[in-house]
């Protein structure tokens, strides 16, 4: 009886010892498996990091080349078109359009108000006792000067009011600065047809976009006539023109 008792001793400690190695084994086994994981895991998160930040920088590539492509493509002012009027339609259309906005930027810049800067402690007034203040910008030293700005987009031809918003005197040069109101209800001009062609002359249609809607009222179009001319130094011209608003 005793020599089983000690044969079930001893394998009672061998089964002990048995289950400690398993448990360790498996206890093991799992860190590493934990641990395995974990790398994988910091391994995945890693490459996807890379891989976003990759997609980020291919897609932010792409945007600044989209965005200097478009502004690379803008299109140049006639002048630098030697056969500017032997360009397509749609190109004389597109340039057209762009003169027209010119246009109508510096004729509100000198027709309604001033385009330099003033002194309004000092000035001169006319028969109808207007006060026309002096023009303190440099570079602007007579009326010639100011028609030559002008003359940058208007052509030699054109029907200005220059002689009439500024005035000389004493080798100094004044201007009108009588802001008027616009009309609020324009909402946009387009350059919509060529109707005519002639050696260094091109007309179009222009129609001036109205909506009083806001206020009740319909929306309209007005239509005018709107005509560059080529010049004698090659360049094109505004010769016919109304500031829509």
Known sequence: MKKYWAIGAALLMLLTACDKKEDKENSSSESVSAVTTETKSAEETTASTEKKSEETSTTTTEKTEVTTETATEEFTMPEDIPAFEEELDEKVLEAAQLFFDKACEVEQKFSLGTP?????????????????????????????DVKAEFREVFSKDYDDDIDELFKQKDGRVYSLNGNRGTNIFYAGSEVVEITGRDEGEIRFKVLDKYDETEYGGETYTEEQEFIIVKEDDGKWKVSKFKLPY
């Open 116 to 144: 330099y800067s003033i002194d309004t402690s000092e000035y001169i007034t006319n028969e109808y006792d207007w006060q026309f203040y002096l023009v303190t910008e440099q570079g602007i030293n007579s009326i010639d």
